[in-house]
């Protein structure tokens, strides 16, 4: 039910404000429009810097308020390869530079 997914993503949420997070990978499909509300809220907040979005062509539109210099939207079906690319991509991304050791 939808009550269920914005406790789930809800649930996300406290846990970020706690440990703040550089990336969070959020399923739009399990999460409905509450995953980009609870997103901003987070960005925000400062608890997520940064963001991968897993959805469907349908859920696109739910993503136009979402900084894109920070988030990734990836269609399903989807592979492993790209969902850690991205990942990996928004982390190196939002990652304040360490300074070179030379």
Do not use: H, N
Request: charged share 25%.
């Amino acid at each position: 039910s939808d009550v269920y997914k914005r406790q789930d993503i809800g649930r996300a949420a406290a846990l970020c404000r706690f440990k703040p997070v550089d990336c969070i990978i959020i399923d739009l499909e399990t999460t409905g429009q509450a995953g980009v509300e609870s997103y901003m809220a987070m960005k925000r907040a400062g608890s997520a810097k940064s963001a991968v979005f897993l959805l469907d062509k349908e859920q696109a539109s739910w993503l136009e308020c979402v900084d894109r210099e920070t988030s990734v939207e990836l269609l399903k079906p989807l592979m492993l390869g790209p969902v850690y690319k991205a990942v990996r991509f928004l982390v190196d991304r939002v990652r304040p530079q360490q300074p070179s050791a030379y």
